[in-house]
């Protein structure tokens, strides 16, 4: 009976999450009158793809990546010393720094984003890819903090000891043992950063008008009130190309998803 | 090797992060103040005068209303579900908060292609004989079906974040107390509200916490599920900014979503106060 009843449930759980997602992904590479037509499309084609590609969505893609990039460079270089000292030491002031951090997570995107771009219009970074980075960066840094500071606390110390035992010097046992050991959660870390990045919009429209990140880009037609116009076949590659990659991250990040999240707030 | 440099090292490590930190969220909090109060008119006075504020008011707080308790029953539900343990648990339990991973464009367009007029859902009605007209959810006339779109995206999107702090939550429950609750006869309904949901109280006010500050943000399915007629704080942030160009009422905007999000926030540590002995 308890069987029955959890197949059940996870049919429906499933379904919920697949359904939409596949049937957006499918009708993406339907032929649009076919789309119009059946559930289920008969002919496939590329060709809104490459239509939509070419309206300088693929310049937004590239943008995405690029900035995806730069906030994983920057939050990391940034980040993941903070990280090691919170994972690592007893100091003084390390509980209040960790509320800090907690607090800054919490803060409302908009009230950075409008501040931050009267600023960039003045030094020249409004409208710039390092100018969206930067404020990406500012996003995801708790979370890598964070993640960091647990990711490096999960290091066993008795092999840093004996790292030490056997002459090594701090920086090699650092490079030789606590970044290999920590190496997979660091990663996830960093792809945690360009998903913040690749997903984040307010801060990505209010701080660009004409090189706009990806699903900046896609949402510009609707916040000037003619997103109606747009073909379907146009927001279905639009979604696909922002879910993806998204998903296949997800794949790896999952598991350390309890530590970026779970633990917030009530540690 | 307790050296004088060493004492030091945690702090110079910190640093960076503390000071990238506070140049970019202190600063702007600062300036949004400047922004939003002074000049002339000043723009919050304009903001607060607006025949848009009664509308914004009333769309942010149904939408907050409805979506969080919804997901928070939820997030409750599937954390019971999940800690059993069955064959193909991890594959479930990833799809389920898969869309943790897909943005509010993408997840609203998601939900476009599920409702439109020649969307699954319709299609899926009219070819099976169900209906013979397409139920339209988006436009004008149907605002009101228009915010149960908007529900279902933020309900299919964003449940998983609280899933995430709740299941966490109720995985610290010792097994001893549910065992107990069963060797006491009692049923699923009194095991939670007797059991879960006591314990469980600190992680279901982060979960409010966090999910509200992040829905009173959402511009996503707004913007592309409801077009210019239902209005929130936060569309309107983007609106006076990109498409009026007044950083002003916009940095007032800005400032009325920090103000909710401390109200709200104050508001559900006094209620959600552990009780004594529960912890």
């Known amino acids: ?267 | 090797m307790p050296s004088p440099l060493r004492k030091h090292i945690p702090y110079i490590l910190v640093a960076p992060s503390l000071a990238y930190l506070a140049f970019f969220i202190s600063y702007p909090i600062f300036y949004t103040f400047s922004l939003a109060l002074f000049g002339n008119p000043s723009p919050m006075v304009e903001v607060m005068t607006s025949p848009r504020l009664g509308e914004v008011a009333l769309y942010t707080t149904l939408i907050i209303a409805t979506v969080i308790p919804a997901q928070i029953v939820i997030a409750i539900f599937a954390s019971l579900f999940f800690l059993n343990r069955f064959r193909g648990r991890e594959l479930v339990l990833y799809l389920f908060i898969a869309p943790l991973a897909i943005n509010e464009v993408a997840a609203a367009l998601i939900w476009y292609t599920m409702l439109s007029s020649s969307g699954f859902l319709n299609k899926l009605l009219i070819n099976t004989g169900v209906i013979s007209a397409p139920i339209y959810f988006f436009g004008y006339e149907f605002i009101d079906r228009t915010l149960l779109a908007i529900f279902l995206t933020e309900v299919w999107r964003a449940t998983p974040i609280v899933f995430i702090i709740i299941y966490a939550g109720m995985q610290m429950i010792s097994r001893d107390y549910l065992e107990a609750a069963d060797v006491f006869g009692l049923n699923l309904w009194q095991k939670l509200r007797y059991i879960i949901l006591p314990l469980i109280k600190p992680y279901i006010q982060t979960a409010l916490i966090i999910r509200t500050l992040f829905a009173l943000q959402v511009v996503g399915p707004i913007f592309i599920l409801a077009g210019e007629y239902v209005r929130v704080l936060a569309t309107e942030v983007v609106y006076w900014y990109s498409m009026r160009l007044n950083p002003g009422v916009a940095s007032a905007w800005a400032l009325l979503i920090g103000l909710v999000t401390l109200l709200l926030g104050g508001l559900y540590i006094k209620l959600l106060r552990p009780s004594a002995g529960a912890t």
């Open chain 1, 1 to 267: 009976m308890r069987r029955v009843w959890v197949f059940i449930i996870s049919m429906l759980i499933i379904a919920w999450i697949t359904v939409p997602i596949t049937y957006t992904i499918l009708s993406s590479f339907a032929d649009l009158v076919d789309y119009y037509e059946n559930v289920l499309p008969r002919r496939y084609t590329l060709r809104y793809y490459e239509e939509y590609l070419r309206l300088g969505v693929g310049e937004a893609l590239v943008r995405s990546v690029l900035v995806g990039i730069l906030t994983i460079i920057l939050s990391m270089i940034i980040g993941l010393p903070a990280g090691y000292a919170i994972g690592r030491y007893v100091f003084r002031g390390r509980d209040s720094l960790k509320l800090a951090i907690l607090f800054f997570k919490v803060i409302p995107i908009a009230i950075m984003a409008v501040p931050l771009a009267v600023l960039f219009i003045r030094v020249g970074l409004y409208d710039t890819l390092i100018g969206i980075a930067l404020i990406h960066t500012a996003i995801s840094l708790p979370f890598v903090v964070l993640t960091a500071s647990s990711v490096f606390g999960s290091v066993p110390r008795d092999l840093e000891e004996a790292g030490y035992v056997f002459g090594m010097s701090g920086l090699q046992v650092m490079l030789r043992i606590t970044l290999p050991l920590a190496a997979p959660g660091i990663a996830a870390t960093a792809l945690f950063a360009f998903l913040i990045s690749w997903n984040e919009i307010v801060a990505a429209i209010i701080l660009s008008s004409f090189n706009r990140t990806l699903p900046a880009a896609v949402m510009t037609p609707y916040v000037m009130g003619t997103g109606g116009e747009l073909p379907d076949p146009y927001k279905f590659a639009a979604t696909t190309i922002m879910v993806t990659p998204a998903l296949i991250f997800m794949l790896y990040i999952r598991r350390y998803l309890i530590a970026m999240w779970g633990a917030a707030g009530v540690r």
